[in-house]
Nanobody
Framework: QVQLVESGGGLVQAGGSLRLSCAGSGIIFSSTGMGWYRQAPGKEREFVAAISWSGGETDYAGSVKGRFTISRDNAKNSVYLQMNSLKPQDTAVYYC??????????????????WGQGTQVTVSS
């Protein structure tokens, strides 16, 4: 059974930082493309960042490029999202996702097979 569990969300002031973690189980993590998405109230879920199986390739949404960094530790079956210079518009529920068997970065939502339950990030102005 595949399980993805996010943690690290919370309330932070604008300009602050948070680090999200996602722990995976039930999958061959080192053969899985991983990604982060977010969904703000009243909006559709949107792509944030993706990382290849080795960590050698990454992709970012334009709105977070230069502020967010995705990384992974295959030995710990974990993927991370370091978020710096946070803005109120970054407020959303953040989800990690796994694209089973994909070794490259995956940016299309339909290509992801499994999703975590989400963690709330709230950025106050």
């Amino acid at each position: 059974q595949v399980q993805l569990v996010e943690s690290g969300g919370g309330l932070v002031q604008a300009g602050g930082s948070l680090r999200l973690s996602c722990a995976g189980s039930g999958i061959i993590f080192s053969s899985t493309g991983m990604g982060w998405y977010r969904q703000a109230p009243g909006k559709e879920r949107e792509f944030v960042a993706a990382i290849s199986w080795s960590g050698g390739e990454t992709d970012y949404a334009g709105s977070v490029k230069g502020r967010f960094t995705i990384s992974r530790d295959n030995a710990k079956n974990s993927v991370y999202l370091q978020m710096n210079s946070l803005k109120p518009q970054d407020t959303a529920v953040y989800y990690c996702a796994a694209a089973l068997g994909s070794r490259s970065t995956v940016i299309h939502e339909y290509e992801y097979d499994n999703w975590g339950q989400g963690t709330q990030v709230t950025v106050s102005s």
